[in-house]
């Protein structure tokens, strides 16, 4: 089953997206986790992607795109995936259906976790992330049972750059911009489900669940 997850920066779209890839033993790609391991990393690409990501720019599609085809490439690829965080802009999704279409396959599903703006700013600002291991957590909605302390790696938790009020409200302007566009070009394809993300997080699992299982 192969996935893409839709949604503003802090749908919770990365949340749904692990559950998912759990429950189907599919591999989840987020391509913001793999620029974060990058800079912790210290490698090229992350020293270039972290000066647009702490703008809340987007990565530019050159240094994005052969990344995720190369990745989906991979042997645990072959029974799907769940995308999250990419594609981003249409240009990307061009990419992402030129290069399926190459493999003679398709996306299954376009999930898009659906929340208004004013819920997303509200959500950001209570997001923690470990550093270290790049568990995420929500103060109220998914805290760590350690208070700033991860559950995952013990390490502390921190409120990332790009989740700073500021940056969210850029990153929102950026969603809307380059981002929102996919929602017609997968419903266009038919593949388009929308799910009420402003729900607790399991009743989102629960409706994504039954959509994938339809
Ligand atoms: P995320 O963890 O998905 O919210 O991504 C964090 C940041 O990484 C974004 O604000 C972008 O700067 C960058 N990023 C992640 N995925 C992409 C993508 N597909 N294209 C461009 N930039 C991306």
Known sequence: MKIVMLGAPGAGKGTQAKMIAAKYEIPHISTGDIFRSNIKNGTELGKKAK???????????????????????????????????????IPQAEALDAALTKRGEKMDFAVNVDVPDENIVNRMSGRRACAKCGATYHIVYNPSSKGDICDVCGDTLILRDDDKPETVQKRLGVYHDQTQPLIEYYSSQGILKTVDGTQDMNDVFAAINSILGE
């Open 51 to 89: 000066e647009y990501m702490d703008q809340g720019l987007l990565v530019p599609d050159e240094l994005t795109v052969d990344l995720v085809i190369d990745r989906l490439g991979q042997e645990d690829c072959q029974k799907g995936y769940i995308l999250d965080g990419f594609p981003r802009t």
